[in-house]
């Protein structure tokens, strides 16, 4: 029997044999951790993270205060949605980390869809 963490492993594995980021097509991967969302976005041929944003971040700071979780990371979805415009990349593939397109995730998505981003 497998445990939760190896599941999640073996999950996280087969997404990342289906998927890649290039330089024109970077991948966006999103990490869940219990209090914050992070998102970054990465060229895979050229081992580089290209763009970077978490509930963490400067740009943010004071304007989580009021909002959930959820509503947390859909801000997060939009910035790293605005410096990915700013940095001329206008489509991603996402990278869902091993975990289910659902809640603060699928918030994130929804957020850089929202903002402009193209996947």
Known sequence: M?????????????????????AQRPRLSVYRSLSHMYAQVIDDDAG??????????????????????????????ELVAKKCLEANLTAVVFDRNGVDYHGRVAAVAEGARGAGLKF
């Open 48 to 77: 580089r993270t290209l763009v970077a944003a978490s509930t963490l971040s400067p740009e943010l700071k004071g304007t989580l205060a009021e909002l959930d979780k959820k509503g947390a990371a859909k801000k997060v979805g």
């Open 2 to 22: 497998l445990s939760k963490r190896e599941s999640k492993e073996r999950r996280k594995a087969r997404i990342r044999r289906k998927i890649g980021g290039t």
